[in-house]
C-alpha cells in the first residue's frame, strides 16, 4: 500500500500536466488567432531626411503591406485598417505588396480577392495613394492585380519613378518590380538625376543589398519594405520562428545603409497559419523630417 500511493500521485500529476499543456497550447492558439491577429499596433517613426525640401517638413506618409485578403485576412479587419488609416490623415498612402495569398484556396477565390481588396482600398481618402507588386501578388496573377488596383484608383509602380510636388518641391518616388518572382530592373526605376530625395519601394527587404551596390543606390533616401511579416511568431529571447527568402537578414524595423535607411513593415496579414504572437499587424506612419 504504501508503493502505490506515490504512482498513484504521480500518474496523477502526469494527467494534470498533460491536461494543463493541453490547455495552454489551446489557449494560445486562440490567443494567437483570434486577439493577437487582429491587434492593430500603429507605429510612428519619425524619418530624417537629408535636404529635405521645406515643404514636406512633416509630410505623412503611412506605409501598408501584405494585406493577404482573404485566405486568412477577414474583410471587416482590412476596413479597420482603413479607417485607422483615414483618421491618421496622411498625405500619402504607400502599399508595399501582397495584396492576397498564392495557395491553396488563391485557385478558388483569387479574382474575388484581389477586387475586394481593392473596393476597400478606394476607401482611403489619401490624396494620393500608391503601390508595388509582392511576390503572391506576381505569382497568382500579377497583371490582373496591376489592373484591378488602377481600375479602382491606386497606381501600381513596375519599375518605374515619378515626382511627388508640394509647392515648387519635389520627391521623387519609386517602385520596383517584384524581386523575388519577377524581373526587378533599379536602372529603369531610380531616376539619374533627381532633384528632390528619393524614396523606394521594394517588396523584400534583403534586396536593399542590390539597391546599395547598384551605381545609383547613393541616391536613394528611404526604402520601404514588407514581406517578412516579422516573422509572424516571435518567441521571447528567440525571435522568430520562420523567416522566407529575401525577408532574413531585415525582418522588421529600421536599417541605415549609409544615406539609406530602410524600413521593414510588419503586415497586416499572415500566411501558411493564420496566427501571430509578439508580432501585431502594423500601420506605420512615418513622418518626414529634415535631417
Known sequence: MPDSAPTQSSRFTRRNFLIGAGTTAAGLALYSGEIARHEIDIVARPIAIPNLPAPFHGYRIIQLSDIHLDEYTEPFFLERIVHHTNAL??????????????????????????????????????????????NHDVAFNGPLVIKTLTAHGIPVLINQYLPIERNGARLWLCGVDDPGESHPDLDLTLPANPD???????????????????????????MLSGHSHGGQVRLPF????????LGEKYPEGLYRFNRMQLY????????????????????????????
Do not use: K, Q
Open 89 to 134: 490623415a496622411p498625405d500619402l498612402v504607400l502599399l508595399t505588396g501582397d495584396f492576397i495569398t498564392h495557395g491553396s484556396l488563391t485557385f478558388l477565390a483569387g479574382d474575388y480577392s484581389i477586387r475586394r481588396c481593392a473596393e476597400i482600398l478606394t476607401t482611403l481618402t489619401a490624396p494620393l495613394r500608391y503601390a508595388i507588386l509582392g
Open 196 to 222: 528632390g530625395p528619393v524614396l523606394l519601394m521594394a517588396h523584400e527587404p534583403d534586396f536593399a543589398d542590390n539597391v546599395v551596390a547598384h551605381p545609383r543606390g547613393h541616391l536613394v533616401d528611404l
Open 264 to 291: 521593414v513593415n510588419r503586415g497586416i496579414g499572415t500566411v501558411g497559419l493564420p496566427f501571430r504572437l509578439n508580432c501585431p499587424p502594423e500601420i506605420t506612419v512615418i513622418t518626414l523630417n529634415p535631417a
Open 238 to 245: 528567440l525571435g522568430p520562428l520562420i523567416l522566407p527568402p
